[in-house]
């Protein structure tokens, strides 16, 4: 197989433009409510609205605000993102209107979609509900996993509106290269304790309690093995996978207890 070769041009910034788009609201003035970002190369609108609506408009506004930002998304894909921007800095209303442009440049147009976001958007926390507790490994897979009342969060970090919430679930930083590429070096990736049903095929969160602080910790693919006797299905062999081959897998001894397994991957936040 030919090896692909990679141009500079693919991580060279490319610019793009952004608009803040405000809300006039009674009795609370201007709020910054979203981002739209503006790839002009594509034509593609990346936008992001906020969603604790019902903390600062009426029941009626924020059933409206609600459903704007797929509203928005849905017509920039059927105008494109520049006839979207163009129509709201033309035609918006006083209670609904964008600031002026302004340029920027980027390599990923979602990751600077996140960080003006996190730059200029004044969001409320909503714990489990649009936000997540972040915390070390070492309070992540101990204090938070037996007394989660009794720790506090580093910070709460807002997740994608995807991303269905529930308190079993926090917010740390990952180091080292063994799982890439789907986990990179320095990832903040949600996880869930309390890994429920098989765990076969499962990224999840390993502890080694050989090892001190955060080192304990690492994030592994489980596999098992089993096979069919007259008792049913007995399990033979528990491996613990590196998806970077230049690193190493391992078997889990269970009856041993050097490794535990403390909470199950779900995703990478941007």
């Known amino acids: 197989m030919s090896a692909r ?8 910034p490319k610019p793009g433009e952004y ?12 709020e910054t409510v979203g981002v739209l970002l503006l790839d002009p190369a594509s034509d593609i609108l990346y936008l992001r609205l906020r969603r ?17 930002e797929e509203h928005l998304q849905t017509w920039a894909q059927e ?25 920027v440049t ?11 976001y996190r730059q200029h958007v004044p969001a409320q926390v909503l714990e489990f509900r649009t936000h997540l507790p972040r915390y070390s490994l070492a309070v992540a897979a101990g204090p938070f996993l037996t007394n989660p009342e009794d720790v506090s969060a580093e910070e709460w970090l807002e997740v994608p509106p995807d991303l269905k919430l529930d308190e079993g679930m926090f917010v740390a930083e990952i180091r080292g290269h063994s799982m890439e590429p ?10 869930r304790r309390n890994v429920v049903g098989s765990r076969n095929n499962r990224l999840v969160l390993v502890r080694n309690s050989e090892l001190a602080d955060d080192n304990q910790y690492t994030v592994k693919r489980y596999k098992s093995e089993k096979q069919v006797t007259e008792e049913g299905f007995v399990q033979t062999r528990i491996r613990l996978e590196s998806l970077n081959p230049a690193y190493p897998s391992w078997d889990l001894d269970e009856e041993e ?6 909470a199950e991957f779900v995703r990478v936040l941007e």
């Not at 980027?106 to 996140?114: C, I, N, Q, W, Y």
């Not at 207890?257 to 403390?262: C, R």
């Open 19 to 30: 608009s803040l788009l405000l809300a006039e609201l009674p009795k609370r003035g201007v």
């Open 182 to 191: 789907k986990i990179p070096d320095g990832s903040l990736c949600v996880f």
């Open 106 to 116: 980027a390599r990923d147009f979602d990751k600077m979609l996140s960080e003006l």
């Open 52 to 68: 604790d609506w019902d903390r600062f408009a009426n029941q009626e506004d924020a059933e409206v605000l609600s459903e704007l």
């Open 257 to 262: 207890g050097k490794y535990q397994i403390m």
């Open 5 to 12: 070769v990679i141009s500079i041009r693919e991580y060279a």
């Open 79 to 103: 105008q494109g993102g520049a006839a979207v921007l163009r129509h709201l800095e033309a035609d918006a209303s006083n209670s609904l209107r964008v600031t002026d442009r302004e340029a």
